[in-house]
């Protein structure tokens, strides 16, 4: 589990708040993915990061907006937030290109709470 | 649309026995991947079987592929209490073209009475 870790691991926000998750790889990945985690739904996939450009953005709102400063760190900047954005937000990372199998590797996660 | 779908959702089985899990997709895949989740917590990677593999061993993991049928299915023998999580499987049916995307489904919740 160290391999990938989130801060905060929780976080607690009013709708008008700016706040940012942190996500740090120390395995020398070079992609790296932003995950929210809803209860009963998929896994859904928000951002990928390769080679530090983003290659997916999947219908986000703009209200999440990523910065990926280098491959080993990946941030998530939320500002105006809604309560159904309430959920775990989670990072991962992986090598591609070297291996074709994109296993990916999870970070603990975000539990966010909007009021 | 959701590519893996988990079944069944919830299982609760006693300590020592087996766990079955299945999980079925709809597109051709490159290869298929295994994942737990402990509450609350990130998805660890368990296993993967490529998509021209049949079977494949892990310790007490047991994952099978079937393309034809488009599903496969992870065996836990031997259970234990602390295989009591979520198991989720994900489909990679990247297309090399600069899509890096895996296809999580909604997940087994399984329950291992000590």
């Known amino acids: 589990e160290t391999g990938v870790t989130q801060t905060p691991r929780h976080l607690v926000m009013g709708m008008t708040n700016k706040k940012s998750l942190k996500c740090e790889q120390h395995?020398?990945?070079?992609?790296m993915y932003w995950y929210k985690q809803s209860a009963k739904k998929p896994l859904e996939l928000m951002f990928v990061?390769?080679?530090?450009?983003?290659?997916e953005n999947n219908s986000v709102p703009s209200r999440f907006s990523p910065e990926c400063p280098n491959s080993s760190h990946l941030f998530l900047h939320l500002h105006t937030l809604q309560p159904e954005d309430s959920a775990l937000y989670l990072c991962?990372?992986?090598?591609?290109?070297?291996?074709?199998?994109?296993?990916?590797?999870f970070g603990p996660g975000t539990r966010l709470t909007v009021l | 649309s959701q590519q893996g779908e988990e079944d069944p959702q919830a299982l609760s089985i006693q300590e020592g026995e087996n766990a079955t899990m299945n999980c079925s997709y709809k597109?051709?895949?490159?290869?298929l991947q295994w994942y737990r989740q402990n509450s609350g917590r990130g998805l660890v990677h368990l296993i993967l079987?490529?998509?021209?593999?049949r079977e494949k061993h892990s310790g007490r993991l047991r994952v099978t592929l079937d393309t034809s049928k488009k599903s496969s299915s992870l065996l836990i023998t031997a259970s234990r209490a602390a295989d009591t999580a979520s198991y989720f499987c994900?489909?990679?049916?990247?297309?090399?073209?600069?899509?890096?995307?895996?296809?999580f489904g909604k997940g087994t919740k399984l329950s291992v009475i000590p």
């Open positions: 991962a990372s992986s090598q591609l290109g070297t291996s074709p199998t994109n296993e990916q590797f």
């Open positions: 395995l020398g990945h070079n992609a």
């Open positions: 990061y390769n080679f530090k450009e983003q290659t």
């Open positions: 597109t051709s895949i490159n290869n």
């Open positions: 079987i490529r998509s021209n593999e």
């Open positions: 994900a489909t990679d049916a990247s297309s090399g073209a600069g899509s890096y995307q895996l296809t």
